[in-house]
């Protein structure tokens, strides 16, 4: 794999859009430094939110084109959903979305990695939410095979910036299919300190998400 492509989706609140705090900028620039196509979205509200979902799940590709397509989304958020402007998108709403996405994502080739940069994503339902939908909706339906989010109840712009940065580095030679790889990025972005990511799998035997999270 020589590079991917990267979508980064972004709702900073009023002050943080003042201020400049965000990873949207520093993504796109660090992507297309090591080759990736990447482009950023600011959305401001829960309507722009999911026009932007439903634009990117338009691509399509050749179906001899393997490259990876990442779905990064840089929001606030807790344990009830994400923050998108003054609007909350809860994960069962979020969970809806994600798997309309993914329905017309069909088209796209490659496989697709959905990211969520946000505070409060180590305690997200969207993985138990997209299960429950599988098991409950026609068995065409298939939910994201990979999905990261940081394991730490908070996290700063900066060190969010830092770890994808190296998350996004290391992508162009990484093996989603193989856990131990995955494992070891993980490892090795827990000892740069910056933050611990979480690797959620999709397991087409039992039909859930097994959970791989950084080695203590």
Request: hydrophobic residues 35%.
């Amino acid at each position: 794999m020589s590079k991917a492509r990267v979508f980064i989706v972004e709702s900073p609140n009023p002050l943080d859009l003042l201020e400049e705090r965000g990873e949207r900028f520093a993504l796109e620039q660090v992507c297309k430094l090591v080759g990736h196509d990447a482009a950023t979205f600011l959305v401001r509200d829960r309507s722009e939110f999911l026009q932007t979902c439903a634009y990117i799940s338009s691509i399509k590709g050749k179906k001899t084109d393997k490259t990876p397509l990442f779905l990064h989304i840089s929001v606030h958020g807790n344990e009830t959903g994400i923050a998108v402007g003054r609007d909350t998108v809860g994960w069962q709403d979020l969970a809806k979305a994600t798997q309309n996405m993914y329905d017309h994502l069909k088209y796209y080739h490659g496989p697709v990695v959905l990211v969520f940069s946000a505070c409060g994503a180590n305690k997200q339902k969207l993985t138990s939410e997209l299960t429950k939908s599988r098991r409950t909706t026609a068995a065409t339906f298939v939910p994201p095979e990979y999905v990261f989010v940081f394991s730490d109840d908070t996290v700063l712009w900066i060190d969010a910036v830092v770890t994808w940065t190296i998350f996004y580095r290391e992508a162009v030679k990484l093996d989603f299919t193989n856990r131990r790889a995955v494992q070891k990025l993980l490892d090795r972005l827990r000892t740069s300190g910056f933050g611990n990511l979480r690797y959620h799998r999709w397991d087409t035997t039992d039909q859930e998400y097994k959970f791989y999270p950084t080695r203590k």
